[in-house]
């Protein structure tokens, strides 16, 4: 007799995933059937791990299972793009993703995501029409179009511009505001104005990233997320019926997290930096934020994570770059091989720390424990591997012309903060 995963199997793996891995077992989905699980259950957000190597591949998928929870694993663009610091792409993910499940047995359902595919002017759209179909034949089931270096018409337009290239079932996710840290928070009025434009559009995303306090990469402080920030523009925007994306969430301590996934209605929290440190063996405080001895340099724990022995030799290549803490991150694609070539107890012992850690955080921070079920159920609600959009179109598409949205944002006040670099 057929079980449920049985049958989620056969209906809620999307097309793109289907003709690529047509004999698999693993349950990956589109992005939009995970966020459906958390808002099922309730108060709750899962890990959208960012996959900088393999290790926390494998260790965020074990680490899922025990849980059992639904999850995300992805790369951003600065990270697995085309100008890639990682070995794990946008192009190879679903692919590791998918072997990772088989071999493991993995039956909880996984989204793929795109992360912070970046829209810096008319040359990233250009780039855009071939790379983002390239990315869905590769596997991809969820995107995040991130145009929120632009200003806010062009944000907009440009989020316009590319939906058609994304399947209407696939998982979609936008964003206002650069993550940058308390210069620059995004507002009510600058989110209501995108959301507004894309529902005039018939574009209805799944979730939106703001501007809410935190940073990427390691917290130099602990100011972090503003709860009651997010929880206002969720709010204002509440009749769209639109979920939150956290993003930047490991300098944030557990209790600023859960307060995320109680008090606002964010579904997906992006981890990243806390994910690779932990799996290279580095010392970090109970939310994931690398530890610095008195010269400014990582702490490595005796025997967790790779050997004493790699660690001294990827210290020295960054520092004969010129490298400080922040860029130890572009260590990942030189070094995978050679991570991949310790005996098999250190490639162990690197995974379990990562499934450890977020094992935790799946069942007692994001309360993101049993929501594999639940996924599962809005697979066979829906009978497909769409279960559809959240939201219908309620504003006038004459009032959101091109013409009309440049002169609406003239209107808008807003501090975007300082210029700079903040990708990731």
């Known amino acids: 007799m057929a079980t449920d995963f049985d049958k989620a199997l056969e209906i809620g793996r999307p097309p793109n995933i289907v003709k690529r891995f047509p004999n698999s077992k693993a349950l990956i989905v589109s992005g939009k059937v995970i966020d459906r699980a958390l808002m099922a259950k309730g108060k709750a957000m899962t890990i959208a791990a960012n996959a900088r190597n393999y290790f926390v591949i494998r260790g965020v998928l074990k680490a899922a299972q025990r849980a059992n929870a639904a999850i995300i694993i ?26 990772a499940m088989n071999e493991l047995n993995i039956t909880v359902p996984v989204a793929i995501h795109a992360d912070h595919y970046g ?16 990315m869905f034949d590769a596997g991809i089931t969820s995107i995040a179009i991130d145009a929120s270096h632009l200003p806010d018409e062009e944000n907009l337009l440009a989020n316009i511009e590319l939906n058609p290239l994304i399947p209407k079932w696939a998982g979609l996710e936008t964003e206002v505001g650069e993550i940058k840290g308390k210069e620059g928070l995004s ?12 529902n005039a559009h018939n574009i209805f995303p799944d979730w939106i990233a703001l501007n809410n306090g935190t940073t990427h990469g390691i917290e130099a402080s602990d100011a ?5 920030l997010t929880a206002e523009i969720h709010n204002a925007l509440s009749k769209y019926n639109i979920s939150g994306a956290q993003h930047g969430t490991s300098g944030n301590n557990s209790d600023r997290l859960r307060r995320i996934a109680g008090e606002t209605r964010t579904t997906k929290a992006n981890v990243a930096t806390a994910l690779q440190m932990l799996s290279w063996g580095l010392e970090v405080n109970d939310y994931g934020n690398a530890r610095m001895d008195e010269n400014g340099g990582f702490v490595k724990v005796k025997n967790q994570g790779m050997t004493e022995e790699m660690w001294a030799e990827m210290v020295e290549y960054a520092k004969a770059k010129g490298w400080k ?5 572009k260590l990942n694609l030189p070094f995978e091989n050679k991570l991949m070539s310790q005996p098999g107890e250190v490639r162990e012992r690197m995974a379990k720390r990562v499934e450890d850690f977020t094992y935790n955080l799946l069942t007692k921070v994001f309360n993101a424990g049993d929501t594999a079920p639940l996924a599962i159920q809005a697979i066979l609600k829906s009978g497909s591997h769409n279960p559809g959009s959240k939201a219908t179109r309620i504003e006038n598409p004459g009032d959101w012309t091109e013409s009309k949205i440049k002169e609406k944002a003239k209107a808008i006040h807003s501090d975007k903060g300082p210029k700079g670099n903040f990708d990731d």
């Not at 790369?75 to 192009?91: P, Q």
């Not at 972090?224 to 009651?228: D, H, L, S, T």
């Not at 803490?325 to 991150?329: E, L, P, R, S, T």
């Open 74 to 99: 992805e790369i951003a663009k600065s990270e697995g793009g085309t100008a890639a610091y990682c070995a794990v792409n946008l192009w190879n993910m679903a692919t590791l993703v998918d072997s």
């Open 325 to 329: 803490a922040g860029d130890y991150k």
């Open 119 to 134: 829209i810096k002017g008319k040359k990233d759209i250009d780039v855009a029409t071939i790379e983002i179909p390239s």
């Open 224 to 228: 972090g997320i503003q709860v009651e």
């Open 187 to 198: 507002t009510s009025e600058e989110a209501l104005f995108l959301i507004q434009g894309l």
